[in-house]
């Protein structure tokens, strides 16, 4: 795999409890993709406490009530102000096997609907050859 440029940076509003956001990355081409370095989540009203979890999909998904770490389709997560994450305000976790040929689905779950959830995700772009991206679209909805 070669590296495209410098990375990309992909972020957004979406209202809490928002289920399947699409974010368009596919380029038509089957011999590009994208890796995901980081992703990361803000309540879009920080000096309120509310808790909120991101996941990041390469294929639709039910509302995310849990993180399922098994289901090839999810390949990042994250934490805003949980009680049980310990670090401060955000914790986040990247697969770092992901390699994402079509598009994202980012869906959030919060204790709140009135407010909305930024999110951020930086992505590297690759060259890579027609069948692995064969292979990457496989395991992306969760085939593998």
Do not use: C
Not at 24 to 50: H, K, M, S, W, Y
Not at 98 to 122: A, E, K, S
């Amino acid at each position: 795999m070669k590296k495209l440029g410098s990375l990309y940076t992909v972020r957004g509003q979406v209202p809490v409890n928002t289920v399947n956001h699409r974010i368009q990355l596919f380029d038509g081409r089957f011999d590009t993709a994208f890796r995901i370095v980081e992703f990361t989540i803000a309540d879009a009203n920080p000096l309120i406490n509310n808790e909120f979890q991101g996941v990041v999909a390469t294929d639709e998904m039910s509302l995310a009530t849990s993180f399922d770490w098994s289901d090839n389709i999810e390949i990042a997560w994250a934490l805003w102000h949980a009680p049980t994450a310990g670090a401060g305000p955000i914790v986040s976790w990247v697969d770092p096997d992901n390699l994402v040929v079509q598009d994202l689905y980012f869906t959030n779950r919060g204790g709140t609907d009135n407010t909305d959830l930024n999110y951020m995700i930086r992505l590297q772009k690759y060259d890579i050859s027609d069948w692995r991206g064969a292979l990457s679209m496989v395991r992306n909805r969760s085939q593998a």
